[in-house]
């Protein structure tokens, strides 16, 4: 089955700086790549996703890039803010079928003003 | 978000007793799914359901079942609830927001198994 790795664990990077988040997959099948942002105490929230058939996508000052070949895809944030502080959690699975989402092990960001 | 309601919001239960938790939702999707969340583990899927009275196993699905007797309501039991059983268990719709069919949890039920 798909097992997908995320690192860092922790990120702590200075106000206004960038932040990258890189996660690993190992199911070839899989085409649909979500990120999540989950704050304390809160459901996890989509942020922004991609399908295979991209290599990159930007909502503002997130962007996902995918690299199908190396089985790795990667959340990008410029200009951190500090309500940017949270745990984000990347995801795969096949859009074919039922959808079923293997999550990475999280990444909790802080922003340090 | 509005539209998927978790019940209990928390509850305590001690080790051998069964419990029931209720994922509802309102906007008639047809695919939902149990989640449970515990650190160092991201989300791991435990059952989904594509439809009523369908459903199927994740990864994590020993001393768990489920029911959908209809189309709103996906329920998780824990017929005989242990401590390893503590978590936090988000439900999740799949839905199309705008050109996104993706997942969107609900506000999630803190379960401790004394």
């Known amino acids: 089955g798909e097992n997908v790795e995320q690192h860092p664990s922790t990120l702590s990077v200075q106000e206004g700086d960038s932040a990258v988040i890189k996660c690993t997959y190992s199911?070839?099948?899989?085409?649909?790549f979500p990120w999540y942002k989950q704050e304390l105490g809160k459901r996890p929230q989509l942020i922004i996703d991609?399908?295979?058939?991209?290599g990159e996508k930007k909502d503002q000052r997130i962007a996902v890039t995918l690299n199908k070949t190396a089985k790795h895809f990667s959340l990008h944030i410029t200009e951190t803010q500090p309500e940017d502080s949270a745990v984000y959690f990347c995801a795969a699975s096949s859009l074919q079928g039922a959808q079923k989402l293997v999550f990475g092990q999280g990444t909790r960001l802080t922003i340090n003003p | 978000d509005a539209g998927i309601t978790q019940s209990p919001r928390h509850k305590v239960t001690e080790t051998g007793t069964p419990v029931t938790l209720r994922c509802h939702q309102t906007?008639?999707?047809?695919?939902m799914y149990w989640y449970r969340q515990d650190p160092g583990h991201g989300l791991r899927l435990i059952h989904y359901?594509?439809?009523?009275?369908?459903?199927d196993k994740g990864e994590v699905s020993d001393g768990y079942s489920v029911s959908r007797s209809k189309t709103e309501d996906f329920l998780l039991t824990l017929e005989s609830a242990t401590s390893s059983q503590t978590s936090v268990y988000f439900c999740a719709i799949r839905g199309q927001r705008g050109a996104t069919d993706t997942q969107y949890f609900g506000p999630g039920t803190r379960l401790t198994v004394l």
């Open positions: 199911d070839s099948a899989s085409n649909y």
């Open positions: 991609i399908r295979s058939n991209v």
């Open positions: 359901s594509y439809g009523v009275k369908d459903t």
């Open positions: 906007e008639n999707h047809r695919y």
